[in-house]
Structures are given as C-alpha cells and as structure tokens.
C-alpha cells in the first residue's frame, strides 16, 4: 500500500481537583489533573484521533469508550501504542505529528522537549517528525478561562506495504 493519509484529531478536557496531570505520558508535577475515564492525557488522545482517522480505522471512543470499565484509569501511552501496533498492521507508519495544546495553565515550554521525546518513542518515528506547541486562547471561552485544556494534531501516515 503505497501513499501517503492525512488525519485530524481533537480533544479536550476539564481540570478536576484531586487529579494527576498527564501530557504525553509525562505527569506535570504541582499542577490540577484533567477529569476522564482514563488518565485524561488529552495530548495522547488527539494524535489516537489523528492517526485513526488517517488509516480509517475509526475514533478513540469506538477502540476504548469510557462506558466500559476495563478503560477505567487507563494508560493513554498504552492506548497510543496498541493504536500504532493497529496503524502499521493496516500498512502504515507515522511520518509527523504536529500537535497544538491550547491551555492557560501549565505553562507548556518548560516540558515541550520532553513530552517531544515521549511522543517520538511511542509514535516509534524520529524526535524530528513531533512538532508540539503550546498556546494561550488570550482569555477567550472555558479554556482561555482555564477551565481545561484542549488539543489539536494532524498526523501524515506514509504507506508501507
């Protein structure tokens, strides 16, 4: 299967008390956590999203709904690698991601190269082909409240098969 996919994917996430926060399966110590049925890490579950979408392999809530108990606390950087396992058995690899994370609170650039990192290791593509940046939405809505956190990422699969 020669060529090339392009997919989307979007979430979000509101902060909850008591909550460990997760973004790219690096817990951001000293911070609220996002509420969810699995750890919330709301960074995974965009990219799930983009690269389900670009192999046609449906969406995160059809792989892991959260009305099933087993997905309860959840490691999303589990759920992300069964997804790529997923990916490259229909014929594709990850050739980038680049993320988006639209948040007031954390501040991001302190963790960007290691939630980079994170993400190369369990996409199993080179740190070069992760992009992530991390913008305010300048005090508009819920999130520029600083009520949660919500996510962009477009991912390129590249045929192998």
Request: hydrophobic share 40%; with cysteine; charged share 25%.
């Amino acid at each position: 299967m020669a060529g090339f996919r392009v997919g989307f994917g979007y979430d979000s996430h509101r902060f909850e008390a008591g909550r460990r926060l997760v973004l790219c399966g690096i817990e951001i110590e000293g911070e609220t956590g996002l509420k969810g049925h699995s750890d919330a890490d709301v960074v995974l579950h965009a990219v799930i999203d983009a690269l389900l979408g670009a192999a046609a392999l449906g969406d995160i809530g059809s792989h892991f709904p959260d009305t099933d108990e087993k997905w309860r606390g959840a490691d999303s950087a589990k759920l992300l690698s069964s997804v790529v396992d997923e990916v490259s058995a229909a014929g594709w690899r990850v050739g980038n991601v680049d993320v988006t994370v639209i948040c007031e609170r954390p501040k991001l650039r302190p963790h960007v190269e290691a939630m980079r990192l994170r993400l190369a290791g369990l996409l199993r593509c080179p740190v070069g082909g992760v992009s992530l940046k991390g913008k305010t939405n300048e005090k508009m809505d819920d999130v520029g409240a600083g009520v949660g956190i919500e996510v962009h990422a477009a991912c390129l699969l590249e045929g192998i098969k």
